[in-house]
Nanobody, 119 residues
Framework: QVQLVESGGGLVQAGGSLRLSCAASGRAFSTRRMGWFRQTPGKDREFVAAIDWSGGSTYYADSVKGRFTISRDNAKNTASLQMNSLKPEDTAAYYC????????????WGQGTQVTVSS
């Protein structure tokens, strides 16, 4: 079983930056793909970014490319999302997700952290 705890959300002005962190407990962190998703009320959860088990490959939604950077530290069982040049439309609850070992499908989710970007 994997437990994920997000932190780092908050209120920021447009153009500002935030760094989200996801702390994972459980085994085999280095074999799991990690992802970030976001959701606003009344909308489906949407993909933001992902990083493969080794950190060698990263993936981003078009809406955040060039502004957000996903990273991981397998020694510390953490994943992070650096968010720069934030826009009001980035306002959402952000969720960390983890896959089963060596499978690109997310089975574990955190409880989310709120990011609010004011204009």
């Amino acid at each position: 079983q994997v437990q994920l705890v997000e932190s780092g959300g908050g209120l920021v002005q447009a153009g500002g930056s935030l760094r989200l962190s996801c702390a994972a407990s459980g085994r085999a962190f280095s074999t799991r793909r990690m992802g970030w998703f976001r959701q606003t009320p009344g909308k489906d959860r949407e993909f933001v970014a992902a990083i493969d088990w080794s950190g060698g490959s990263t993936y981003y939604a078009d809406s955040v490319k060039g502004r957000f950077t996903i990273s991981r530290d397998n020694a510390k069982n953490t994943a992070s999302l650096q968010m720069n040049s934030l826009k009001p439309e980035d306002t959402a609850a952000y969720y960390c997700a983890a896959s089963k070992p060596y499978i690109a499908q997310y089975d574990y989710w955190g409880q989310g952290t709120q990011v609010t970007v004011s204009s």
